[in-house]
């Protein structure tokens, strides 16, 4: 149960509607799309609006230093990011 607890507060540290949008497309890929074309245009439509929201804040973290290296050493959560 520890490693669960520290998994779910490692998870709630990164964008939350980025983590949400990411498993419906890969849904959609593995079992109702066509062709290749057609999941990218629907992962394209399911995460726009999580690129304009999430994107810049995130890139400028990264500026800073977080999560370079495959290293995310984020102490604390951000209250308004959490839902």
């Known amino acids: ?43 394209i439509d399911n995460a726009a609006h999580v690129l304009e929201k999430e994107s810049i804040k995130g890139a400028e973290k990264f500026m800073k230093g977080v999560g370079r290296h495959g290293k995310f050493h984020l102490d604390s959560l951000d209250d308004k990011d959490v839902v």
């Not at 520290?6 to 949008?21: G, I, T, V, Y």
């Not at 990411?22 to 066509?34: E, K, V």
């Open 1 to 43: 149960i520890g490693n669960a607890i520290n998994l779910a507060n490692s998870l709630c540290k990164f964008p939350q509607e980025c983590l949400r949008a990411d498993p419906l497309s890969a849904y959609n890929a593995a079992y109702n799309s066509a062709s290749l074309d057609k999941a990218l245009r629907f992962e």
